[in-house]
């Protein structure tokens, strides 16, 4: 009968996971045991003999790893990629900060391989309107769930999370949605129109009701189901999957909804600052990542652009109505007409915002005034 090995490095690896979930949630110490258990099958397959994090290198033992994920067949994503590198250093230098012998640096910015980046995928305003018929047709605890995704932006996990004290009044008709913790660690009020208010008071007539023993009643989760437990991620998904298949359309996700709901509140002017706010992020290049410049924008933007540089920078023409005032004195005329192009000279130059350009002028204008002296004595 074989026994199977039991790797010292696996232990301290293992050991340090356990500390690092005293301050990380669940699922954050599950992804990262996913991501070392991957490094450590590479470790246990090509170098048995490596016993405990003291003895890595960076080379063979770091740079064999980076390589193996780089020619993995399939091949793996950039994204898949950072992330296992970026779980195993933390791994690692939080090993090195409790005072395990690890050699630094293992990994250098440098090994990440750069970020893929995608576009929002927003869904059209042609399916959105559909979707919307659709689960306001169906109108039941999951697809309301789903218009109060559309509606604030928030994340399916965020309103999965919600409980029935979530909406609060903050004063005459303005009402705000209490977003608790959520995926970045941060809660946050959203704004909510009298279309989420009522489709929050849908959820509430559609919910499960509580134990008649709960203490505080508006502790308990927003949606929930008749037999006592919450609606799921997965269920809200297929809400949506089935919901989409009615409208004759492609699949459709929650994120969607998200992306959709975020390049229209900034096309209705709402600033980028204060978007990052509603949408909970902790970086502006986050919010960035929500905002799709479609053609019609860049079409609409850049005519407009062309029409206002037709007008700041207008070269003013002479007027055509202007008559001599007598056909027997020409120097009386071209003194009009000088003292005109230097009036419309100023105007130009009071127009212009670069102040060596309006610098410029000022001797030409000067000139002009000196020519229509000169002209005069002639009179």
């Known amino acids: 009968m074989s026994t ?66 780089a020619e993995q067949n399939p091949l793996l994503t950039n994204r898949s990629r950072r992330a296992a590198i970026i779980c195993v250093r933390r791994l690692l230098d939080d090993l090195a900060d409790n005072g395990y012998p690890v050699a630094y640096p293992l990994i250098l910015s440098q090994d990440l391989p750069p970020k893929d980046l995608y576009l929002p995928k927003p869904v059209s305003p042609e399916v959105d309107k559909l979707l919307n018929n659709q689960l306001r047709q169906t109108n039941d605890l999951l697809a309301n769930a789903l218009l109060l995704i559309r509606a604030t932006g928030i994340r399916i996990g965020e309103c999965c999370r919600l409980d029935k004290g979530s909406l609060r009044h903050l004063g005459g008709n303005q009402w705000a949605l209490h977003v608790p913790l959520g995926k970045l660690h ?28 709960t203490a505080d009643p508006t502790s308990v989760p927003l949606l929930l189901l008749p037999n006592g437990k919450t609606v799921a991620h997965w269920s809200l998904r297929q809400a949506l999957l089935d919901a989409a298949k009615r409208a004759k359309r492609p699949h459709a996700w929650p994120q969607q909804l998200r992306h959709t709901f975020a390049p229209e509140m900034l096309r209705n002017g ?17 919010t960035m990542g929500y905002v799709q410049v479609t053609q019609n924008d860049l079409q609409r933007e850049y005519h407009q652009a062309r029409q206002k540089m037709g007008t700041v920078h207008t070269v003013p023409q002479l007027s055509k109505t202007y008559a001599p005032e007598s056909a027997s004195n020409p120097i009386r005329d071209i003194c009009h007409t000088i003292d005109s192009v230097r009036h419309q000279l100023e105007m130009y130059r009071r127009q212009i915002n670069d102040q060596k350009q309006r610098r410029m002028l000022i001797p030409l204008a000067r000139r002009l005034a000196k020519l229509s002296a000169a002209l005069a004595s002639f009179k």
């Open 270 to 286: 709402m600033s980028l600052p204060a978007l990052k706010e509603l949408l909970g992020h902790r970086d502006i290049r986050m």
């Open 186 to 213: 941060n809660e946050r009020w959203v704004p909510v129109d009298d279309g989420a208010r009522n489709i929050f008071g849908r959820i509430l007539s559609l919910a499960g009701q509580p134990p008649s023993d």
């Open 4 to 69: 199977v090995r039991i790797y010292e490095i696996d232990k301290i690896i293992d050991e340090q996971l356990r500390v690092m979930a005293a301050t990380l949630k669940p699922a954050t110490i599950k992804y990262y045991r996913t991501q070392t258990n991957g490094f450590l099958r590479y470790l246990h397959t090509n170098y048995p003999d490596l016993e405990t994090p003291g003895n890595l290198q960076r080379n063979p033992h770091i740079l064999g790893w980076l390589r193996s994920m």
